[in-house]
Antibody, heavy 119, light 108 residues
Framework: QVQLVESGGGVVRPGRSLRLSCAVS????????MHWVRQAPGKGLEWVAAISNDGSNQDYADSVKGRFTISRDNSKNSLYLLMNSLRPEDTALYYC????????????WGQGSLVTVSS | EIVLTQSPGTLSLSPGERATLSCRAS???????LGWYQQKPGQAPRLLIYEGSSRAAGIPDRFSGSGAGTDFSLTISRLEPEDCAVYYCQQYGSSPRTFGQGTKLEIK
């Protein structure tokens, strides 16, 4: 069955960096566009970044552009999010999700990895 | 950026009743790029409706989506206690992909 499992979250001080990972199984990873979506505590969903199936195209929300980098390793069935210059407002549960096309629905989601930015 | 505004913020209904959730876009959207998600407490979002009106795999026919242009809706007929959740609309036809702020559905 389709599985997406995030890891790498934790508590980090403002200005520091953190890398999230998303390990997938149960589907042909290299066929799918992948996304990161975050949810601040008690708040709604915010799309963060997307990467094309072959990794050649990336897209970012303005709130993270220039600080976050999305990448993937299709040989390892893994998606990554490198987060630099973290701010308290980046505190959230970070989900990875897949879509079949660059602009299409997110049909499977992981369970999330919590990132807390605090001094 | 396309802003999605959902209403009402909270909806409280009884089992067996019908719920209608609204999603209004700040500019016209092709309905092929409008989806609805359900999020229960402590769980990840789950896709309910894609392309405006198509039910995702395993979603019961009590859930239906409709709309065009800037006004879309999710209807849940014959509410069940398990439908208690927050529901989000999303447009995925342009960047940034955006979500509405959510409607919380309470079952009395």
């Amino acid at each position: 069955q389709v599985q997406l499992v995030e890891s790498g979250g934790g508590v980090v001080r403002p200005g520091r960096s953190l890398r999230l990972s998303c390990a997938v199984s149960g589907f042909a990873f290299s066929d799918y566009v992948m996304h990161w979506v975050r949810q601040a505590p008690g708040k709604g969903l915010e799309w963060v970044a997307a990467i094309s199936n072959d990794g050649s195209n990336q897209d970012y929300a303005d709130s993270v552009k220039g600080r976050f980098t999305i990448s993937r390793d299709n040989s390892k069935n893994s998606l990554y999010l490198l987060m630099n210059s973290l701010r308290p407002e980046d505190t959230a549960l970070y989900y990875c999700a897949r879509s079949y096309f660059w602009f299409s629905d997110f049909d499977y989601w992981g369970q999330g990895s919590l990132v807390t930015v605090s001094s | 950026e396309i802003v999605l505004t959902q209403s009402p913020g909270t909806l409280s209904l009884s089992p067996g009743e019908r719920a209608t959730l609204s999603c209004r876009a700040s500019q016209s959207i092709d309905s092929n790029y409008l989806g609805w998600y359900q999020q229960k407490p402590g769980q990840a979002p789950r896709l309910l409706i894609y392309e405006g009106s198509s039910r995702a795999a395993g979603i019961p026919d009590r859930f239906s989506g409709s709309g065009a242009g800037t006004d879309f809706s999710l209807t849940i007929s014959r509410l069940e206690p398990e439908d208690c959740a927050v529901y989000y609309c999303q447009q995925y036809g342009s960047s940034p992909r955006t979500f509405g702020q959510g409607t919380k559905l309470e079952i009395k």
